[in-house]
Every structure is written in structure tokens, then in C-alpha cells.
């Protein structure tokens, strides 16, 4: 059977269309079991990062109509959008694709080593909500050894990289010495966790982290000795932070641009360097054009 990906990514489409085809944990079992009622489609793994959404199916080549329309659906796009920022890899073409993928040389950050661990999180919830069977899996198991063989057999692997880290990169090109800078991070995932690191690794003394459950904010806050407030309370607590760096598995903004407002006042319009690498997006996009003495930067 025809082995087919559908999908947008960083390479094709905006932030703002590749936020309305985002697929979170939360409904992924849901999105497989969707696609699998579609006529045909035999295997389903979705792969939905904050830089790509790809659909990986095993179906007869008539699937291939169907899946491009539910994706289109989800999406809410228009023709036009679609025929502009989707695309279709097939056969050979697709398992070139998806070992470019595993080995960070699709990314958005080249070499980023964090896709890795995102494509085994993909198959393991299909696995679990009966998306995967043998096609799927031998690629799978296949695209992992290949992004182990290039990160130890070629010089990629040296310096591993990742979005968090270069977002650390970019917070110390602005501020220099971070020591006595204050970070709010909002969210407790793994990307929250290796900006912590980061962080921490750089010498920071102020961190706060924010999270919709304080349990998991407590357990991150005591790994870098950092303050950990619930995320109904990051209003109180915006106003202390140089740098903010947010990624929730969130639906809807959490920070808004009256919120920012309050903020800068309180601070009397010291500047804020703000980083949203959630999609969708965890910064309402009014709160950039509203405040520029804080500068908003959302990874497209």
C-alpha cells in the first residue's frame, strides 16, 4: 500500500497558518481515530510540532484526496491556502523526507536534536490509539536509527542545538551576562525544561516558572532553584521579568496585551524581551503592535 505524507511546515507556511493545523496531545488520539475512519487509510502517524504538521498514512493512492481534505478542514483553509503552503511526499520520496526530518536537517534550527525524541512521543500516542501497525512502524523505528547515525557519524552532532537553546543564545546576545537578569518561563514541557537548563547553565539567579499546575511548576522550579507561581498568577509576577520565554500545550493565548501594558508601566517602560515558541501561539499577536517597548518574538 502507498506510504504518503501530508503536511505544512516552517519551509511553506506562516506561523499564523500553521497554528490553525496544529494538533496537540491532548486531542491526538481523537485525530488518529478520525483519520483512520477515512476510506482506506490502514496506518496514521501525526507529527505536529511547533514547525511542521505532517500526516504519515498507508492507504490506496485514492487516500490521498481524503486525507488532503481533512487536513484542509482542520485548518479551516481555503483552497488557494492550501495549494500554496501543503504539500505531498510519496513512496520513496516520503521516507527521504521523514530521515531528513529525524536527523534535524529539516528543521528550523539545522541539526536541532529535540525532533528526535517529538517523532518517538508521535509514535508512541499512535501506537497507543491504534494508528500504527507494521509499515508504519519499521519506517519509524527505521527514521530513529538514521537520526542516531547522523548525529554520530557526521560533524552535525557535535554542538547539539535546539530552539530553546538558541532562544537562550539570542536572550544573552541581547542582554549579555544574564546573571542578573529575571526569566519567566510559562509552561512545564520539555521545551520549558531545556530552556531551564540552559539557563541555569549560563549562571541565572532569578528564574520564575509559571504553569497551570503548580505541582509540575514546584518540580521544575526545584531542579533549577528557581519561584514557581501558577499561571492564574503570572499577571502579578509579569512585571518582574527581563526576559519571558513561553511554551504551553495551551489552545488560546495566555498573555494578552492589556497584561503586557500593566506590566511595562509597572516596570516604567524598562524593556521586556519576549519569546512565544508555543503554536499555537501562547502571546495574543496584538500584544506586539500594542507594545513596543517589549520585544515579541514569535519563531516563524
Known sequence: MPLL???????????????????????YAERVKELL????????????????????????????KQVHQWLQAKGGLSDSEMDKHCYVHERERAVHHLFRVAGGLDSLVLGESQIVGQLKDSWQMSAEAGGIEKVLDRLFQHAFATGKRIRSKTRIGEHPVSVAYTTV???????????????????????????GRHLH???????????????????LAEQFGAFAVS??????????????????????????????????????????????????RDIHPDASPCCWTAGILCPA
Not at 519551509?11 to 497558518?17: N, P
Not at 502517524?45 to 505532517?54: A, F, L
Not at 529575571?182 to 509552561?187: A, E, F, K, S
Not at 492564574?232 to 489552545?251: E, K, M, Y
Open 5 to 27: 505524507i501530508t503536511g505544512i511546515s516552517h519551509h511553506t507556511a506562516t506561523l499564523e497558518i500553521r497554528e490553525k493545523i496544529a494538533i496537540t496531545s491532548i486531542d
Open 37 to 64: 475512519e477515512l476510506d482506506g487509510i490502514e496506518e496514521v502517524v501525526i507529527v505536529s510540532t511547533c514547525n511542521r504538521t505532517e500526516i504519515y498514512s498507508v492507504g490506496p493512492k485514492q487516500s490521498r
Open 169 to 195: 543564545m539570542l536572550a544573552k546576545q541581547i542582554f549579555g551576562n544574564l546573571a542578573s537578569k529575571t526569566v519567566i518561563l510559562v509552561g512545564a514541557g520539555e521545551m520549558v525544561e531545556l530552556c
Open 201 to 219: 547553565d549560563k549562571g541565572l539567579s532569578s528564574l520564575i516558572i509559571a504553569n497551570r499546575s503548580i505541582e509540575r511548576a514546584n518540580e
Open 231 to 280: 499561571l492564574n498568577d503570572l499577571p502579578g509576577v509579569l512585571h518582574r521579568a527581563d526576559i519571558l520565554i513561553s511554551s504551553t500545550a495551551s489552545l488560546e493565548p495566555v498573555i494578552y496585551a492589556d497584561t503586557v501594558k500593566t506590566a511595562l508601566k509597572q516596570r516604567r517602560n524598562q524593556p521586556m524581551f519576549m519569546v512565544d515558541i508555543a503554536v499555537p
